[in-house]
């Protein structure tokens, strides 16, 4: 049986939702759970994709969201989907305004304290965000790990939890039909991690991602065929980059991220 997961959901740096969950997986015994956190969320198109990850991994979402339209939209949108989500500061804000009749800043973030590691962290993550996906192939260079691997490799997700490590992390897809930037040739090798997948695992979470989005699971994105050229193609490119490669076919984002710390420890 697969962990449960909650995905921790924020306009901010999601410290705080996450602790909450934290201490709520404590109170339960023998508790095996993930949290997948989503950070700097700017827009209802990104809580709507939330709400659909959570509704593929059958998730809960923990949030800590201030403006009022952005919370009402994440609490429609999951009930929509039938996903449980749980607001952890808007009853607060809420109660706290009608109390003593003033008027809440609004403002993410409020709460931590400006030191250094913060601001590191902060740095990586908007780092992350920033060269997510292939982006910006400038980013590449810049980063202190490139993440190479077709589409639903948890590249993004395994991105963000290495940059709560204060990494800089961008990541590349790999596309038959695309040239990958020239400065994934051009990079240190070392710096490189390819995330490789079995066909058939990979086949389930493509289907699976279909449904969640309403679509048909026989589309050519998930066709055997079609992830077979896909993958062979992602070992031409990893086999000339001669980088360090890593089978995520049956990790959580975790492991990996843990294998990734391990293997950049080694090198130093």
Known sequence: MSKPIVYVVSDSVGETAELVVKASISQFSNSNFEIH??????????????????K???????????????????????ALHNVPAIDIVGPMIDEMEKLYN?????????????????????????????????????????ADIVLIGVSRTSKTPLSQYLAHKRLKVANVPIVPEVDPPEELYTVDPKKCIGLKISA???NDIRKERLKALG???????????????????????????????IDVSNKAVEETANTILS???KKK
Do not use: W
Request: aromatic share 6%.
């Open 200 to 202: 058939e695992k990979l």
């Open 56 to 78: 593929e991994h059958r998730a809960l979402i923990g949030f800590t969201i201030v403006k009022p339209d952005l919370r009402a939209h994440l609490s429609k949108e999951a």
């Open 102 to 142: 003033k008027k809440p800043r609004l403002e993410p973030g409020l709460v931590h304290k400006l030191d250094e590691d913060y601001f590191k962290r902060v740095e990586a993550i908007e780092f992350a965000v920033k060269y997510d996906d292939g982006r910006d192939p400038r980013g590449i260079l810049k």
């Open 215 to 245: 679509l048909d699971d026989q589309a050519t994105y998930a066709k055997m065929e079609r992830i077979k050229q896909e993958l062979n193609h992602f070992h031409q490119i990893v086999n000339r980059i001669n980088c360090e490669v």
């Open 263 to 265: 293997l950049k420890r």
């Open 37 to 54: 956190r989503i950070p700097y969320i700017e827009d209802k198109q990104m809580l709507t994709e939330a709400v659909l990850q959570a």
